[in-house]
């Protein structure tokens, strides 16, 4: 192996850079960075910031960035933002709402496409967060694609989930639903300068009301991330959540539930190789056509598909 | 064993100084995404350190620099110091934007692999990207 992990051990923000891309581009040098550094992560506190496109997500994470350096903290932050599910390409731009930060020594941004991954994140976005977890950074802030209803990937990668919302986008049947409201360990009504931000605040409260008696009522907090308001509140409801997991015996929980579905969605990817493996292009490509035709039903070709993996 | 391996080409596009003229720089971020990369945008008024500092974070393959102020033999030159004072010795770099042809070699000298003036079909930037980035 080359020297890289030596300098990434000694803190080259340039080595962590490349063993970020192998990391990413799933080479086996990238697999083995990963094996080689993952007894060392675990020590950051992963921060997820969701919600919906144009919320204020990226603007968000700089400034709370911006909070934790002024209290001496370092931070690494990963920002996805999504691939075209036509080219696979991709515009990053999350860096542009952090340009505060650009020559802060003590912060590194790095930019992902979400490559065909659904949910928000991208296919090795946990693998990442260990790599900048291992580098020491003392957080690990993930933002996560411009979310929807349903993106709720998030909860399984970071600790603690900041689902920001914005006065104007909805009332609050739209907030009642399932989903990614239910993840939300800290809610933020961003933008806190526009109209109707106390009514969004209050409809949260009422429904937050209804939460069953005895399960942890996440705070709602207001922001104005443009101008760097309300961030020392909500650094501080963020070590209020770590400090209730560690209290409530949920952080052991939490840590062994990320495992558990990180450990399963991998395999399922070696599965998903492997039957690749076991059939032909065209084997594939004339089962596929069977169903198209609707000559097979979908179960009965994947059923076939996974059989050739047993033989 | 798991997903194949998946090479993306990483592009940076920034506007160094201080004009505000980012259309150009957008047509060709965008062209770009649609030619399959990662372009990692910036955005205007970036001095040489950030654009440096934004490449080696980002580990891309390729710098595009943007300008139309005519202070290029100024801030390249820089950009270009500062990509070497971290390291960042092996992107690809190119630039486009109001450049006299007198200024050609001086900028080839630097580094810069090709400039693209006004009126550059956008495919021949997507073309020049793939055949210069080796995966």
């Known amino acids: 192996m080359d020297d890289i992990l030596e300098r990434f051990l000694r803190g080259e923000r340039r080595a962590l850079a490349r063993v970020i891309s192998r990391v990413e581009n799933q080479t086996p040098e990238g697999r083995e960075y990963v094996r080689a550094l993952f007894p060392r992560s675990g020590r950051a506190h992963t921060i997820g910031v969701t919600g919906g496109a144009g919320s204020g997500k990226s603007t968000l994470t700089g400034a709370l960035a911006a909070e934790y350096r002024r209290r001496g903290r370092t931070v690494g932050i990963v920002a996805v933002d999504p691939s075209s599910p036509f080219t696979q390409g991709a515009i990053l731009g999350d860096r542009i709402r952090m340009q505060d930060l650009a020559l802060d020594e003590g912060v590194y941004v790095r930019s992902m496409a979400s490559r065909g991954a659904l949910g928000g994140l991208a296919p090795t976005i946990d693998d990442v967060v260990a790599v900048m977890d291992a580098f020491g950074f003392d957080y690990v802030l993930i933002e996560t694609v411009g979310a929807g209803q349903d993106e709720v990937e998030i909860a399984g990668t970071a600790l603690t989930t900041i689902l920001v919302n914005n006065p104007g986008t909805g009332d609050d049947i739209q907030a009642m639903k399932a989903g990614i409201i239910e993840i939300a360990d800290i809610l933020v009504v961003n933008k806190a300068d526009h109209p109707g931000a106390d009514v969004l605040v209050s409809q949260l409260q009422a429904l937050l009301a209804l939460a069953p008696a005895g399960s942890r009522r996440p705070p709602i907090l207001k922001t104005t991330a443009i101008r760097g308001e309300g961030f020392g509140a909500l650094a501080d409801a963020v070590a209020e959540h770590r400090a209730y997991l560690e209290s409530s015996g949920g952080l052991a929980e939490q840590r062994a539930q990320d495992a558990r579905h990180q450990v399963l969605s991998i395999a399922r990817a070696i599965l998903l190789e492997q039957i690749r493996a076991a059939t032909p292009a065209e084997e594939l490509e004339a089962l596929v056509l069977r169903v198209a035709s609707r000559e097979l039903d979908p179960h009965s070709a994947a059923e076939l598909l996974a059989a050739a993996v047993r033989r | ?135």
């Open chain 2, 1 to 135: 064993m798991t997903a194949p391996a998946t090479k993306k080409i990483r592009v940076l596009i920034a506007k160094p100084g201080l004009d505000g003229h980012d259309r150009g720089a957008k047509v060709v971020a965008r062209a770009l995404r649609d030619g399959g990369c990662e372009v990692i945008y910036t955005g205007i008024r970036q001095t040489p350190e950030m654009i440096a500092e934004a490449a080696l974070q980002e580990d891309v393959d390729v710098v595009g620099l943007s300008i139309l102020s005519g202070a290029h033999l100024e801030l390249f030159p820089r950009v270009v110091d500062e990509l070497k004072k971290r390291g960042v010795d092996d992107v690809l770099l190119f630039c486009g934007g109001i450049i006299p042809e007198d200024d050609t070699a001086k900028l080839e000298a630097l580094g810069f692999t090709a400039i693209f003036r006004p009126g550059t079909n956008t495919q021949d930037i997507v073309k020049f990207v793939y055949e210069h980035v080796s995966n």
